[in-house]
């Protein structure tokens, strides 16, 4: 890409997502994620109405009477993205592609991060990790994850959530927000995700938030007859006949036990999560989930 047309694009979605992050999501971002993280400050002895889930067992062991902990809220957080830039993010049918929902959402995350005065990093992946890039501030680091966002070319065409999770868990050693944007298609051969385990590991450490990017036409097929199928992530073709009630029913089915299994995941690990789709606008599901926490 032209260094002319690459500084138009990131110009273009700079004014974009500036604006929103600015006028819609700024306070939002403010309380779902400030007070998220608690720094260990002292002990004291315990006092009625403390909550007893911060019981210090050891000190009131020694001292043989109840002390707490107590925790101040870290003017400071770390904001991580894991940027899933696999194959399939390269498919739209309607306005954009989900590459393309992808980065706005990312650069809008990116500008609230940094008008709370938090910092903001971003690990790139496919199958393996394509680019880290650690958390700092400032707008010329914001600048330089939108250009990655619009212009990287990742190596591998195929996808691993478990391996950016594995990478995050080791890299990161501060408790960090992380927003993990992917289609999150990366199941074995039964449709189960193959990223549960590592998803349940990272969890513990950081707060995650799964934004799950996706389009119309993965979760229906319309009837047009004959058409061509081709995976991104393997170059593997077929031909469908698209005309077929049953094979649409077929699908549907497997879509909807993709998207219950995914469900259950983020479920039984905790992580909040939303569905964001390529033709619809991501403001009112991403203020909810603010709002919600």
Request: aromatic share 10%.
């Amino acid at each position: 890409m032209e260094a002319t047309e690459l500084l138009k694009k990131v110009r273009k979605i700079e004014i974009k997502t500036r604006g929103l992050s600015r006028h819609i999501f700024a306070g939002q971002y403010h309380s779902a994620f400030k007070g998220k993280g608690m720094a260990f400050s002292e002990v004291r002895e315990y006092q009625y109405g403390d909550d007893i889930r911060s019981i210090d067992w050891n000190v009131t062991a020694r001292f043989n009477h109840p002390f707490v902990k107590v925790f101040e809220e870290e003017r400071e957080l770390t904001v991580m993205l894991l940027v899933d830039l696999s194959g399939s993010g390269n498919f739209g049918t309607q306005t954009r592609l989900k590459r393309e929902l992808i980065t706005e959402v990312a650069a809008v995350l990116s500008f609230s991060a940094i008008q709370n005065n938090d910092k903001i990093g971003v690990i790139f992946f496919s199958d393996k990790v394509e680019k880290f890039i650690p958390p700092k501030k400032g707008k010329q680091h914001i600048l330089r994850i939108i250009r990655e966002l619009i212009e990287f070319q990742p190596a591998h065409p195929s996808t691993s959530l478990s391996e950016p999770l594995r990478y995050l868990t080791n890299a990161i050693k501060k408790r960090s927000i992380v927003f993990v944007l992917s289609d999150f298609i990366d199941l074995d051969q039964e449709g189960n995700p193959r990223f549960d385990e590592a998803i349940r590991i990272a969890s513990r450490k950081h707060d995650l938030v799964a934004l799950r990017i996706f389009d119309k036409r993965e979760e229906e097929l319309p009837s047009v007859g004959l058409i061509r199928l081709a995976d991104a992530e393997t170059g593997e073709t077929v031909w469908v006949d698209s005309s077929d009630k049953q094979m649409r029913t077929n699908y549907k089915a497997w879509w909807d036990k993709f998207s219950d299994k995914l469900d259950e995941c983020f479920k039984k690990t905790g992580i909040d999560y939303v569905n964001l789709r390529t033709d619809e606008d991501f403001v009112k599901p991403l203020t909810k989930l603010f709002r919600n926490r």
